[in-house]
Nanobody, 124 residues
């Protein structure tokens, strides 16, 4: 399995931006499709975005479409989530995850490797 570590979270005002990074180590990063999920207090973990192994395909939850962008850098073994126009309802712990299944898969149990999560808080 691949080991994942998120960074870049924090506190931001509504309307602001943050970029999350997820550094991968271990098994070959390029073999995996990657996803971002989030979990707010008292809620289930939900899909945010995913990207195919070569970056050619991306998928987004309707709630973030047009505001968030997922990308990956094969040289740095890193996947990114650029978050713009942040809203208080984006507040959650964000998780990076890896899967050998297609990037179009959006359920958390379909992802085998997970990072430890990082807090994003958007103030109103």
């Amino acid at each position: 399995q691949v080991q994942l570590r998120e960074s870049g979270g924090g506190l931001v005002q509504a309307g602001g931006s943050l970029r999350l990074s997820c550094a991968a180590s271990g098994r070959t990063f390029g073999n995996y499709n990657m996803g971002w999920f989030r979990q707010a207090p008292g809620k289930e973990r939900e899909f945010v975005a995913s990207i195919s192994w070569n970056g050619g395909s991306t998928y987004y939850a309707d709630s973030v479409k047009g505001r968030f962008t997922i990308s990956r850098d094969a040289v740095k073994n890193t996947v990114y989530l650029q978050m713009n126009s942040l809203k208080p309802e984006d507040t959650a712990v964000y998780y990076c995850a890896a899967t050998s299944l297609p990037a179009s898969y959006v359920r958390s149990h379909e992802y085998a490797s997970w990072g430890q999560g990082i807090q994003v808080t958007v103030s109103s």
